[in-house]
């Protein structure tokens, strides 16, 4: 992942401040010599991610015209500029989010979406559309559902991950979690879009209800199966349901055809190549699942590693191995490393982790493995 110097840099700023410099030339918009924004290009150094957002954001309102239309008027001229481009956009949009939510002439609000609109091609505007996600849900989402019929699929895309429940980076909007059903109408309108990023990302938006609402999810998904009236919808589907298939969510295994595991599917396993692993090692394991009936049989294999935690006790955590129909009579033998290795994301702790496989839902054949560090 890049880091908050490679996003939103010194050298991104100065370059938003030039090419406004170059649009509010005299004039034209009035003259500023924008010298918020240079001052923050200097401060940017030590902050965060998204410490480094918000002080050019604000250095923005500081630096322009008084009133959302004229800050609108400014950021429209500057579109012209194919420079107004990249990383400096995601603060430019949080200004427009601000301003336009907190002015006082009611079509500033819509038209502060408009604007987010035609930025976002530029960079995505998700994080900004929460802002009036957060100031008036139902107003907002009554633009954004125009959204899903735009010709830039940028756009449509805005529609889907801005509004959804848990995206990655943003802020929250707590309406979104209490009512995720208000997101549906955007959903079904998208998840047969000609885009894969926009399917991507319906996939993503629904998977987030399911850990909210998981049976609205399953249902949801299910009358796109049911409707069936694009060839890209079952990965669509596939894609929406992997946190609740990993959960053991019986109606999502159902929906996706993995029955419970017959009695006649054995599973042999798992078998550790090592009982112990390091930080800089892997776990190598192997499980075996044979087929001894007389019918093919779907499957979603998963293993399940315990994490230590800091305290002591474990947590389970499931991992995807593979999905595979097993004919009659066939044996399926497969082989994972599992890494240990430091990352950012998940700090590992000393001592016994368990390792589980799990076939459609059901789990079996615990083994226990020590971890040094």
Do not use: C
């Amino acid at each position: 992942m890049p880091t908050a110097d490679e996003l939103i840099s010194a050298a991104t700023v100065r370059q938003l401040a030039r090419v406004l410099g170059a649009t509010t030339a005299p004039g034209t918009y009035g003259s500023t010599s924008w010298s918020a924004v240079h001052a923050s290009a200097e401060a940017v150094g030590p902050l965060g991610l998204s410490q480094r957002v918000g002080a050019v954001r604000d250095a923005l309102v500081q630096d322009l015209p008084g009133t959302y239309r004229a800050a609108a008027d400014v950021f429209r001229a500057a579109l012209a500029d194919p420079g107004f481009s990249g990383w400096m956009i995601w603060p430019v949009s949080e200004a427009v989010a601000v301003l336009a939510t907190d002015s006082a002439r009611s079509a500033d609000f819509e038209d502060g979406l408009a604007l987010l609109a035609s930025l976002t091609p530029r960079l995505t505007s998700e994080f900004a559309l929460r802002t009036f996600l957060n100031a008036d849900l139902g107003r907002a989402l009554r633009t954004v559902g125009t959204w899903t019929a735009a010709a830039d699929p940028s756009v449509r895309r805005l529609a889907s991950e801005g509004t959804r429940p848990r995206l990655p980076w943003a802020k929250q909007v707590p309406e979104l979690r209490r009512r995720p059903s208000v997101t549906v109408p955007i959903l079904d309108a998208l998840h047969t879009d000609a885009d894969e990023v926009v399917r991507r990302s319906v996939a993503n938006h629904l998977n987030d209800i399911s850990r909210l609402d998981p049976a609205l999810a399953v249902s949801t998904a299910r009358g796109w199966s049911e409707r069936a009236a694009a060839a890209t919808t079952p990965a669509v589907v596939r894609h929406a349901m992997r946190t609740l298939v990993k959960q053991a969510d019986t109606a999502a295994l159902d929906l996706l055809g993995f029955a419970p595991p017959p009695e006649d599917l054995i599973v042999t396993g798992p078998r550790l190549l090592s009982a112990k692993v390091t930080q800089d090692d892997a776990l190598a394991f192997g499980v075996d699942l044979t087929n001894e009936g007389p019918e093919p049989v779907r499957l979603a294999v998963d293993y399940v590693i315990h994490y230590v935690k800091a305290n002591g006790t474990t947590a389970p955590r499931v991992f995807k191995l593979t999905t595979r129909t097993l004919a009659a009579g066939e044996r399926l033998a497969l082989e994972r490393r599992h890494s240990f290795r430091p990352i950012t994301t998940r700090r590992h702790y000393p001592g016994e982790h368990a390792l589980e496989i799990q076939v459609n839902g059901r789990r079996s054949g615990k083994a226990t493995f020590d971890v040094d560090l």
